[in-house]
């Protein structure tokens, strides 16, 4: 291997094989890689900056000697790079780098860091560093574009219950049609199997292990004593396809209905108050919901779909309550308790900093234009309505989201964009997306497409991403929440098109996994089959069934936990793109050597090149206590937290370096924080499950 020693000794070699290799929770950083002269390059976790679209500008410490006698020689280098993530296992690769700036604390000769910095902007180009996208959500600095949409956060009506209760949900005043494969009438506006016996012209409610019976479809069911012979029918089939997938459960709990946005929360009996160390906050440890009561103004708060609400009373009424505005102890919740899961929820806190920066990194593809394709069907003739306070106009009749700008039509389908020249097509790839949508109101059922974006184009292939927003996780006031609060209307006509909903489906978000839904929801409740129920309704793009409660924060304590009963999780790992073959992702994209990608992808160029020998890949080696700052200057942390800066080539005591403590603890967050994902994945054998649409309901405790 040639190296690149000036005749003062700084090292100007290849730090290229550093960047190879992917990093994850076992792969621990500082990376090291010794040279064939005995030499060693170690470079420290980088440090990311800024990320603005799929750009991404951080920084990295690193040390340096040609020979083992050698003295080390500190610095740190920027960089640029394209953002290439896979939400799926939580990684990012960073192309088309280039490096900006090169700085050598105590060496002042110009002329030898600027060839060290040629050297680097045309070497680390060939290379790809992988990073986990926890360590960049952590670690990231600078504060992001602040979002202030305008969503609708009254309190839906909030059901407090000591009894097992299930709720179930009905889009609206129930609209039954006749089902030609059960041969009965079905409700098809709710998630739920209701089905009216024409024999005795009652109404059946699907319960897993228990059929519930009612003389009328929106209210007073109550367990089925004995079944007419359709539904034992019915009731045989189900439970042939269910057998070994759902649990089973002697549980038989009353059923509420509403028709309209709700929420259920329970505890199991009276409910039974805990303190929360540190702090004047008590919360009912016989629920599973986030139910809190402060002494200090003896008021309940209670967190749902990431927002909270606030009430004298747990029967209510409630209101909402901005997370600004809560009790100050909340923020004083400690890592590792056992409510701290909802620090994310609670604006300042570094739960949802990280939640925050999360939720603004894109799941990134590039698409194929000659292979991707987009079909719509519309329910008749297609019919559109204005957006307010734009120009554009949504296609209400379908279950696709096309827009209308002027005599063009846009349409969004897993994340890709489309145009046509007609409502119907042909539709082709887009390059661009329409002028106005970022400016479609949350009010519209078209407001999440403006978290689908486009970066870049080629004549073969389009650099696409959508961050979390496009499946309803928002940055609001400081944290993020779970939906717009609004209620979209649904299309009925001979077919029902429901809209994605906030409430009703106990949206929780966890730091391990993102936003997921129904605490106790069963697959026997909720049953997605060609036997279930009528609409595909509730919150986009979920699968399930993990529910890992989050105990720990960066100080350790409990991991993830496997509990197999059916709770739907959401977002945080779930790539929709995975469900296109016309698209790759990241990881798809490893596959083909890099002489095999077509011609005019521009981020492949550069990257046809032989890989290191195995002896000279880098190896996890020392510690990562290494730092560098904005201004160059590279600092050690200590055992006892104190910090040291390099000058020359010896470590000076230096002032107490907030900034410096910043960077420790969010390396120690993002690290346990993959952690935890890695044996969530490793405990649960993976995510399970496919990415259905729509969603489905109901609590059941």
Request: proline share 7%; with cysteine; charged share 20%.
């Amino acid at each position: 291997m040639k190296t690149f020693f000036n005749k003062t000794g700084i090292l100007l070699i290849p730090f290229i094989s550093l960047f190879s290799l992917v990093v994850n929770a076992e792969s621990i950083w500082p990376k090291e890689l010794k040279t064939e002269k005995g030499g060693v390059i170690t470079i420290y976790q980088p440090q990311p900056e800024s990320l603005k679209g799929d750009r991404l500008v951080g920084r990295a410490a690193f040390s340096a000697k040609e020979l083992p006698g050698d003295e080390l020689q500190f610095g740190v280098f920027w960089y640029n790079a394209t953002l290439v993530t896979d939400r799926d296992t939580r990684t990012a690769t960073l192309e088309s780098i280039t490096i900006s700036e090169v700085r050598l604390p105590g060496v002042t000769d110009e002329n030898k860091i600027n060839k060290l910095k040629a050297f680097l902007e045309k070497e680390i180009p060939k290379w790809e560093i992988v990073a986990s996208l926890d360590d960049i959500a952590a670690t990231i600095e600078q504060e992001q574009e602040a979002v202030n949409a305008d969503f609708k956060n009254n309190a839906p009506e909030i059901i407090f219950k000591t009894e097992p209760t299930t709720l179930v949900l009905i889009d609206g005043e129930p609209r039954l049609k006749k089902d030609e494969k059960l041969g009965m009438n079905k409700v098809i506006n709710t998630p739920f199997l209701i089905v009216e016996n024409p024999d005795d012209k009652k109404y059946y409610l699907y319960g897993g292990q228990n059929w519930y019976v009612s003389a009328l479809v929106a209210k007073d069911y109550n367990l089925a004593a004995q079944l007419p012979k359709r539904i034992q029918s019915l009731d045989k089939q189900l439970k042939k396809e269910t057998e070994g997938k759902a649990p089973v459960t002697n549980e038989k709990p009353a059923v509420l209905v509403s028709l309209t946005s709700a929420e259920l929360i329970q505890s199991k009996g009276e409910p039974q108050y805990v303190n929360i160390q540190k702090t004047s906050l008590l919360y009912i440890s016989n629920s599973e919901d986030d139910i809190f009561k402060s002494i200090e103004d003896q008021k309940f708060y209670v967190l749902l779909s990431g927002r909270w609400y606030a009430a004298s009373d747990l029967k209510g009424p409630w209101a909402y309550i901005s997370g600004d505005q809560l009790p100050k102890d909340f923020a004083n919740i400690p890592e590792g308790s056992e409510k701290d899961n909802v620090l994310a929820s609670v604006p300042g806190t570094p739960a949802s900093r990280m939640a925050v920066m999360d939720a603004q990194i894109p799941q990134t593809a590039k698409v194929d234009r000659k292979k991707a394709t987009c079909t719509v069907t519309y329910d008749g003739e297609p019919k559109f309505e204005k957006i307010e306070g734009t120009s554009l106009s949504l296609a209400v009749n379908t279950t696709s989201k096309v827009l209308q700008s002027g005599n063009k039509y846009y349409c969004v389908e897993t994340g890709v964009w489309f145009v046509a020249d007609s409502p119907k097509g042909p539709w082709k790839v887009s390059d661009e997306r329409p002028k106005e949508v970022d400016k479609i109101p949350a009010s519209s059922p078209a407001y999440p497409l403006q978290y689908v974006y486009i970066y870049d184009s080629t004549p073969e292939v389009v650099y696409v991403g959508y961050t979390p927003g496009y499946t309803g996780c928002y940055v609001y006031g400081g944290t993020v929440v779970y939906g717009t609060g609004y209620y979209y209307n649904p299309w009925y006509g001979p077919y029902y098109y429901p809209q994605p909903v906030t409430y009703g489906f106990s949206m929780h978000y966890n730091p391990w996994t993102g936003w997921s839904m129904g605490f106790h929801m069963s697959y026997g409740w909720f049953h997605m089959s060609i036997y279930g129920g009528g609409g595909y309704w509730g919150p986009p793009m979920y699968r399930p069934p993990y529910y890992p409660p989050y105990r720990g924060g960066m100080y350790g304590g409990r991991g993830p936990t496997f509990i197999n009963n059916g709770n739907i999780n959401i977002d945080r790992s779930n790539n929709i793109y995975n469900g296109r073959n016309d698209v790759a992702t990241r990881d798809r994209q490893r596959g083909p050597s890099a002489s095999q990608q077509p011609a005019g992808d521009r981020r492949s160029q550069g990257n046809n090149i032989s890989q290191p020998k195995a002896s000279q890949q880098p190896t996890g080696r020392g510690r990562n206590d290494v730092y560098g700052d904005r201004s160059g200057n590279v600092y050690q942390r200590g055992d006892n937290g104190d910090w040291s800066q390099r000058n020359g080539n010896q470590w000076n005591q230096a002032d107490q370096r907030n900034n410096m403590n910043r960077d420790y603890e969010n390396r120690q967050r993002s690290s346990n924080q993959n952690a935890g994902f890695q044996q969530m994945n490793r405990g649960g054998g993976g995510f399970g499950g496919g990415g259905a649409r729509g969603g489905g309901g109901g609590r059941r405790r």
